[in-house]
């Protein structure tokens, strides 16, 4: 064995393990892609399926929602829309009144429904009904 045979053989055995390790990597990717393939094939399942479903309860939900309608329901929808209530014309005077920084934070739909809301618990109670006193 000469000094020039010997690196020649560590060569070949380092090329043998980098073949080796080389070939080790490509079939772990294989397995990794062929596993990221799966794990999409079964979320793009369970997102169609979960889709369908919506769309059966959406479409269900419509179709329960039209045949029971109360006949006062349906009169009502087709009515022609009423004149603006007294709570929109306040909003819309009293609106440009307020502060600057309360309209910043309160959108005026906001502020209506609170002032019908407070308006309606007036009217609840203040039409009860007086006990007299014994």
């Known amino acids: 064995m000469t000094t020039t045979e010997a690196p020649a053989t560590g060569l070949a055995a380092l090329d043998a393990q ?9 079939e772990r990717e294989l397995l990794v892609r062929g ?7 079964r979320a793009n399942d369970s997102l ?3 889709l369908g479903q919506g769309a ?3 479409a269900g939900a419509l179709l329960l ?6 006949p006062a329901a349906a ?9 603006p209530g007294l709570g929109t014309l306040l909003m819309q005077l009293v609106w440009p009144a307020l502060p ?14 609170l002032l019908s809301g407070l308006w309606s ?3 609840r109670t203040s039409n009860k009904p007086t006990e007299d006193p014994p």
Do not use: D, N
């Open 56 to 58: 059966l309860a959406l």
């Open 121 to 123: 618990r007036r009217h």
């Open 48 to 50: 169609v399926r979960r």
């Open 35 to 41: 596993q990221c393939r799966r794990l999409v094939t």
């Open 18 to 26: 980098i073949l080796l390790a080389e070939s080790r990597l490509v």
């Open 100 to 113: 600057q920084l309360l309209r910043s934070h309160v959108s005026p739909a906001l502020a209506l429904s």
């Open 75 to 83: 009169a009502q929808a087709a009515e022609a829309p009423r004149a």
């Open 65 to 70: 929602g039209r045949w029971f309608r109360p």
